[in-house]
């Protein structure tokens, strides 16, 4: 079966609501269940052996040292506080079979800020992390290497991730809040490395339900992370967001993912600066957001490719001064590329939905974003995430709303580039159509030579204007010079 027939028949399985076929790139893509997960059947030379069944009584913290975990099921001591605290530069290994089970009853696998520690062909599972809290890696750690391990059921973030890290060849799967949530306290996380791995079937816990506008779900997420390369990655049915930068992320590298049927945006880049994201597969992305928006009348886009007062800062070090969005096949989503700006979200708005203010200020620096400074340079300018320097360019974008199920005529299928009206607070300079006129004119926004197949609308100034691709390339907003479209 070819590809594009093999997609065809996901399509056509999703859109009769039962579980989806595998894609065409499953035989390459797939980590989970693969021989890729088997560790050594023999103990490293000079391993400590840890046998299966408890572990209470192995000292887990000499500095250096590896443990083989051999065939079985391994458990810690009962107590929500019982974990493997590692020392600097201590190794985990799994024997195939080998099964690290939390029994629901311990909150956290491997906690603790040693650093250089490598954990690789273990299953941990079972593990009972608050949300917000991961159960491998708890306290973000440097310099951690987490490579050909399943983490699969368990509550929380399975993994998370400090500075330096390398993620690599893992499958995470079915845990209850995220698969990764890349976070350290006090600290930005830099040279992280997150590539090969199969996110599936994450947030089984359907937190964004339980504590509406969370803002705490997906595949992966990432808080004030500097530089990363996410690559190579299979991120699909997960009951969320898949790839999610939120708030002071910069120096990102997206490349080279499928990103499939997730509930909801394939890749969200918000409140954040300086990206590159290039030649991802995204498929059959934010059907389900999208049809509950339709369901409460909400006309606002669910892009696969979503940016949220996101863009390109040359003050702030980076491998780009833009965000670029290039050589990516986009594919029956709900919507297209969706860049928008929230005209009163900024410093000390009420309607910030962080404490934190822009790199530029610095995060700690809130206060000074008030009047009445904040209405004159610099700190007009500083005080907001600014949805600029977008440079869109050389994609290819195919929307058949038969293959999507159908949805009202202009409520899917939309690429949008707008901004609300500026209201709040009584004392904001971004008051009235400001940002509307800066997001589409003046802030560097550019999409061309892209490639469109379908009927493609584009939502352009405000939610309330959606207009075809003749008035989309026409004068008045003068986008995607070069570009083709087709039927």
Partial sequence: ?????????????????????????????????????????????????????????????????????APGTHTLTPGEYSQISPADGTTFVGAPGAVLDGKHDNRYAFTGRAKDVTIRYLTVTG??????????????????????????????????AGAENRITGNCLRDNGQYGLNAYQAGNGIRGLVVE???????????????????????????????GADVRGNWVHHNHGPGIWADTNDNDFLIEDNVIEANDDVGI???????????????????????????????????????????????????????LEVTGNRLENNWDGIVAWANADRFCNSPASTTSDCTRIVGPSNTASCAP??????????????????????????????????????????????????????????????????????????????????????????????VVPAAEWTGPTYGQDAGSTFAP
């Avoid at 192995?58 to 975990?69: L, Q, R």
């Avoid at 947030?203 to 808080?223: I, L, R, S």
């Avoid at 974008?397 to 005529?409: L, Y």
């Avoid at 971004?430 to 802030?443: E, L, M």
Wanted: net charge negative; charged share 20%.
């Fill in 372 to 465: 009445p400074g904040i209405s004159s340079e610099p700190l007009y300018r500083d005080c907001r995430w600014w949805t600029s320097e977008l440079d869109i360019h050389d994609n290819e974008f195919t929307f058949d709303p038969a293959a999507v199920g159908g949805c009202p005529v202009r409520r899917c299928g939309r690429m949008g580039l707008f901004a609300n009206v500026g209201t709040v607070p009584e004392w904001s300079p971004y008051k009235g159509d400001v940002i509307q006129r800066d997001i589409v004119h003046t802030a560097g926004n550019h999409w061309h030579a892209n490639r469109y197949a379908g009927p493609w609308w584009f939502t352009v100034v405000d939610m309330a204007t």
């Fill in 268 to 322: 969200f880049y918000e409140i954040s600066y300086n990206a590159t994201i290039r030649g991802n597969d995204l498929r059959g992305n934010g059907w389900v957001a999208g049809r509950r928006a339709v369901e409460a009348g909400d006309p606002f886009p669910v892009g696969a490719i979503y940016l949220s007062e996101a863009g390109g800062e040359g003050r702030i070090p980076a491998r780009t001064a833009k």
């Fill in 1 to 69: 079966m070819t590809g594009k027939k093999l997609w065809s028949l996901v399509v056509l399985v999703l859109a009769a609501g039962v579980a989806a076929a595998p894609s065409a790139w499953a035989d390459t893509a797939r980590i989970c269940g693969s021989d890729a997960l088997l560790g050594p059947s023999t103990p490293p030379s000079g391993a400590v052996v840890v046998p299966a069944g408890s572990a209470t009584g192995v000292d887990f913290a000499v500095p250096g040292a590896t443990y083989w975990f």
């Fill in 196 to 226: 090969g791995n199969e996110f599936t079937g994450n947030n089984t816990a359907d937190w964004e339900t339980k504590v509406p506008g969370c803002g705490c779900t997906g595949a992966m997420k990432f808080w004030a992370v500097d």
């Fill in 127 to 160: 593990f009972a992390a608050p949300r917000d809290e991961g159960v491998v890696n708890h306290d973000s750690g440097n310099g951690w290497l987490v490579e050909h391990n399943t983490l699969a059921g368990n509550d929380g973030a399975a993994l998370m």
